[in-house]
């Protein structure tokens, strides 16, 4: 029975030995070959989608009569399209375009919200550190609206969003794309509308957490690349 188990392992050694000259032969002729032992860098052109979910902490009112106070929250939830170039090997540049609506206490005063980004900065294979610039605004504004479902008191509005900020990312390799999370944190100027709050440079901050999709593994930019170098060098020989 020893000597079973000792054969099976000399050949189960003996393959993996032997298969590791295919494995190099294969990175070296076959421009398309992902070695799954080895993290790879971003493809070039990358098209991602991704789900997206910010918090911001908003004004609070306070009933006059009965003295009950209300904190209010944004919270958007939006699908996220975005392209991202890498160049210089390890720069990257991705614009983004959010769409969603406002899972918070303020969603009758602000249902809808549209959200371009750009972003810039460092992409390795797992880590990548960006900074950033955004825009965004309700597409559907009610100020002072009260919910008719939960009650409560008037809700705020902030209109014109600027923020910049940065974002710390994690990119794994799966099969034939990746699998990404993304951190953001930001500081927002907006024009704040609340009862007779009307603050036109009000500061807060925003904190964003992203889940998405990176389509393709680059493996055909590769080969594209690979043609290109082979026709050039036969029309240098010819």
């Not at 009610?142 to 409560?152: F, N, P």
């Amino acid at each position: 029975m020893r000597w079973r188990r000792a054969g099976g392992l000399l050949m189960a050694t003996a393959l993996a030995v032997a298969a590791w000259p295919t494995a190099a032969q294969a990175r070296e002729t076959d421009p398309t070959f992902i070695d799954p032992r080895r993290r790879q860098l971003p493809a070039t052109h990358r098209f991602r989608l991704g789900l997206e979910l910010a918090y911001m902490r908003l004004s609070k009112a306070v009933d006059a009569d009965s003295g009950k106070s209300q904190r209010f929250h944004y919270i958007p939830l939006m699908a996220d399209f975005a392209y991202q170039a890498q160049f210089l090997k390890y720069v990257m540049v991705r614009p983004s375009l959010a769409m969603g609506t406002n899972v918070g206490n303020t969603l009758e005063a602000m249902p809808l919200v549209i959200h371009p980004q750009l972003h810039a900065g460092y992409q390795g294979a797992l880590v990548g550190v960006a900074i950033g610039y955004g825009w965004f605004h309700p597409l559907i504004n009610r100020k002072d609206v009260i919910s008719a479902s939960r009650g409560g008191l008037g809700e705020p509005v902030i209109l014109n969003n600027h923020h910049i900020g940065g974002e710390l990312s994690f990119t794994t390799r799966v099969d034939r794309g990746a699998l990404s999370f993304i951190l953001r944190g930001a500081g927002v100027r907006s024009h704040l509308q609340h009862f007779e709050l009307d603050k036109r440079k009000s500061w807060r901050a925003m904190f964003t957490f992203n889940i998405g999709w990176y389509f393709g593994d680059g493996s055909k930019q590769r080969a594209r690349q690979a043609q290109r170098r082979a026709e050039r060098a036969a029309r240098e020989q010819g």
